[in-house]
């Protein structure tokens, strides 16, 4: 992964100079705002993952400035949210940012460091059950997946964030941690 926001310093001491590097742990790129819609895909009711993705968005509210609202109707400006099977086992779930593309009407990858239009977020059902997963390991995942679309990447300190790359079963952190939100307030330079 890139280091984005790196911020080097020198820590000096009677004997010793120490290089410290800090990085940040959000794409450089993202959407424009933290403010957006999501439309839910007819899966995300019939595997019964309405009240997750519904966490998932609103437990990021707590940072003042993001609000994702849930539509019934799709548009080519609003995050899709999908829930399904996938046949590679560790994969919990995926977000993937779209732009638009060069033909009127088309949308392309963005890159996780370009200007995103809007992204398509699934859950993988299959993988969750196998895995023993429980309704808060669940709604885990989704807060995580929904936390990618806000531009944040996994963490560099698994042990404190939701962001944490290769969540499992039985993860005291399935809703926002304080580092979580502080990563957020960075990214999209919101002051206390």
């Given at each position: 992964?890139?280091?984005?926001?790196?911020?080097?310093?020198?820590?000096?001491?009677?004997?010793?100079?120490i290089p410290l590097t800090v990085s940040a742990d959000y794409h450089a790129g993202g959407r424009t705002s933290p403010i957006f819609t999501a439309y839910y895909d007819g899966s995300?009711?019939?595997?019964?993952?309405?009240?997750?993705?519904?966490?998932?968005?609103?437990?990021?509210?707590?940072?003042g400035k993001v609000n994702i609202s849930k539509s019934s109707s799709n548009s080519s400006s609003y995050d899709e949210y999908y829930v399904g099977t996938n046949t590679d086992p560790t994969l919990l779930g995926a977000q993937t940012p779209y732009k638009n593309g060069t033909v009127p009407?088309?949308?392309?990858?963005?890159?996780?460091?370009?200007?995103?239009?809007?992204?398509?977020?699934?859950?993988?059902?299959?993988?969750?059950?196998?895995?023993?997963?429980?309704y808060n390991d669940k709604v885990g995942v989704a807060v995580h997946e929904v936390g990618h679309t806000l531009a944040l990447k996994h963490t560099t300190a698994p042990n404190l964030s939701v962001m944490a790359s290769g969540t499992w079963a039985g993860n005291p952190t399935y809703l926002p941690t304080t580092y979580d939100i502080g990563q957020l307030k960075a990214k999209w330079g919101i002051t206390p």
């Open positions: 992964m890139k280091l984005i926001g790196k911020l080097t310093g020198v820590i000096l001491s009677t004997f010793l100079i995300v009711a019939s595997y019964g993952y309405t009240a997750h993705l519904d966490t998932g968005r609103t437990a990021w509210y707590q940072v009407g088309t949308h392309v990858f963005a890159g996780w460091d370009g200007t995103w239009k809007y992204s398509v977020l699934s859950l993988y059902d299959n993988n969750m059950n196998n895995a023993g997963f429980s």
